[in-house]
């Protein structure tokens, strides 16, 4: 069974830096895609970041908009572990961020698409 543990939340000040973490279980994730999403209070969950593999041997990366160049993702095959770095956090960045696998390969940005999810780490940032 497919169990998904984030980690890393917790509350910054605005400009501050966490780290999310998403430990997998249950599947050996290495060529798999692995995505992060955030729900803010009262909204959808929205897409955050995925990394894949092209099929070539290469890393493939997505960010939103709203977080391109703070954000960064990355992974650790030998711990099956996805990773979330935070910089310059902002308040609308404030939400609770999870964690989702397919599995598939490639990059997809529906919540839909997913049917494996992390139980959710709560990020405040204060102004």
């Known amino acids: 069974q497919v169990q998904l543990v984030e980690s890393g939340g917790g509350l910054v000040q605005a400009g501050g830096s966490l780290r999310l973490s998403c430990a997998a279980s249950g599947v050996t994730f290495s060529t798999y895609t692995m995505t992060w999403f955030r729900q803010a209070p009262g909204k959808e969950r929205q897409f955050v970041s995925a990394?894949?593999?092209?099929?070539?041997?290469?890393?493939?990366?997505k960010y939103a908009d709203s977080v391109k160049g703070r954000f960064t993702i990355s992974r650790d095959n030998a711990k099956n572990t996805v990773y979330l770095q935070m910089n310059s956090l902002k308040p609308e960045d404030t939400g609770v961020y999870y964690c989702a696998f397919g599995p598939f390969f490639g990059i997809r940005v529906g919540v839909q698409e997913y049917n494996y999810w992390g139980q959710g780490t709560q990020v405040t940032v204060s102004s």
């Open positions: 990394i894949s593999w092209s099929g070539w041997r290469d890393t493939i990366i």
